[in-house]
């Protein structure tokens, strides 16, 4: 059973930092993609950054040049680096690791608050 382990959210003020991390375990299967998404209330889950395996790279138009993600392939971990954070960023962010094979699956952390105060 795959498992994904969050830490690193907490409470920050505007205009600080915080770096989110994110462990998989339970597979000798390689991740393909590692992400981060997160969801406000009542809103949906929106992707805020992913990582393949290979490095290519996707951010959500509202946090480039201010997050950063990055994983280590070794430790099937994924890093969310959050600089010049903002109110609006607000939000419980859940780790995201896709595995595939002949299908894919999608496994899903227990989310971790960020609160940004102004």
């Known amino acids: 059973q795959v498992q994904l382990v969050e830490s690193g959210g907490g409470l920050v003020q505007a205009g600080g930092s915080l770096r989110l991390s994110c462990a998989a375990s339970?597979?000798?299967?390689?991740?393909?993609?590692m992400g981060w998404y997160r969801q406000a209330p009542g809103k949906q889950r929106e992707l805020v950054a992913s990582?393949?395996?290979?490095?290519?790279?996707n951010y959500a138009d509202s946090v480039k040049g201010r997050f950063t993600i990055s994983r280590d392939n070794t430790k099937n971990t994924v890093y969310l680096q959050m600089n010049s954070l903002r109110p609006e960023d607000t939000v419980v962010y859940y780790c995201?690791?896709?595995?595939?094979?002949?299908?894919?699956?999608?496994?899903w952390g227990q989310g971790t608050q960020v609160t940004v105060s102004s």
């Open positions: 995201n690791a896709r595995i595939c094979r002949i299908t894919c699956a999608d496994y």
């Open positions: 990582i393949t395996s290979g490095g290519n790279i």
């Open positions: 339970g597979t000798m299967l390689r991740v393909n993609v």
